[in-house]
């Protein structure tokens, strides 16, 4: 099994473009993850990802955000995002089928197949 790149940690102080690259970065990564169906190293880099996107809205630099670098990486960025929020969906959806399937064979008030033989006459 793989493991998911750790973001570095690094000074307090981030450019907007390492905030972006790093973004980018870990898209990309939370793609390769959920189509192994790797969820535990997924989970773990969409935490990384959040702290990224707090540090963003912290900085408040929106200037990078218009240069054509930034709309580029955008561009590529949200048809992923939007492909990982399809997968995730799918992926949850699947396991909740196979959860339900695993609980109707669960045998709640019933008694067992071969439960008379026990009882005592």
């Not at 690094?10 to 169906?37: N, Q, R, V």
Request: glycine share 4%.
């Amino acid at each position: 099994m793989m493991a998911a790149p750790k973001v570095p940690s690094a000074p307090k102080e981030h450019t907007p473009e390492e905030l972006w690259g790093k973004y980018y970065m870990l898209t990309k990564e939370l793609k390769k993850f959920i189509d192994k169906e790797d969820i535990d190293e997924f989970l773990e880099l969409v935490k990384q990802r959040g702290t990224i996107v707090d540090m963003m809205r912290a900085s408040d630099d929106d200037e990078y955000r218009n240069t054509p670098e930034c709309k580029q990486m955008i561009e590529e960025i949200v048809p992923m995002d939007r492909e990982i929020m399809y997968k995730a969906r799918r992926w949850l959806n699947r396991s909740r089928r196979r959860n339900a399937t695993v609980h109707a064979y669960d045998l709640h008030g019933i008694q067992p197949v071969g439960g008379i033989l026990n009882k005592k006459y």
